[in-house]
């Protein structure tokens, strides 16, 4: 388990309150997963080897590796993982303010690759070719 901080967040679409996981700024190659519902976390890590086998894959236009790693996540409790904070009322990503007030800690797990890391390397190659062409334009 890894040590986070919970944050306050708003979000812009329903206007809830609500926190989310964060390692903050100093956290170099870890970035915090969120479940599709905004209430489950887990923590990704671009040093591990599943993500050095992503990073190999990716090209210069790849602005970073945490949509990769998220979309190539097993799920927890059956939702699926993303790189983005997600407000657990509306499920929206559209955020009025986040990172703000530090509301306790918490404990989160690491992220896992089950299923992805049994993939060939043709077939890994083709899945990040298929989550590139399916993520929006950032």
């Known amino acids: ?19 989310h ?10 970035a915090v997963l969120s479940t599709s519902d905004g209430r489950r976390f887990a923590r990704a890590s671009a040093g591990s080897d599943f993500a050095q086998r992503v990073a190999n894959l990716l090209t210069g236009n790849d602005r ?25 009322a509306c499920r929206s990503t559209e955020l009025e303010s986040w990172g703000g007030t530090r509301l306790g800690l918490t404990e989160i797990p690491d992220v896992t690759f089950t299923a992805s890391e049994r993939l060939t390397p043709t077939e890994l190659a083709n899945r990040v070719a298929a989550i590139r062409h399916e993520l929006p334009g950032d």
Do not use: Q
């Not at 996981?21 to 870890?30: C, I, K």
């Not at 998220?70 to 983005?84: F, K, N, Q, V, Y």
């Open 64 to 88: 970073t590796i945490w949509p990769f790693l998220a979309a190539l996540a097993d799920p927890i409790d059956g939702l699926a993982m993303t790189h983005r904070i997600v407000c657990p």
């Open 1 to 19: 388990m890894n040590a986070a901080a919970l944050l306050a967040a708003k979000c812009a679409s329903c206007r809830t309150e609500f926190h």
């Open 21 to 30: 996981a964060s390692f903050g700024d100093l956290a170099y190659g870890e």
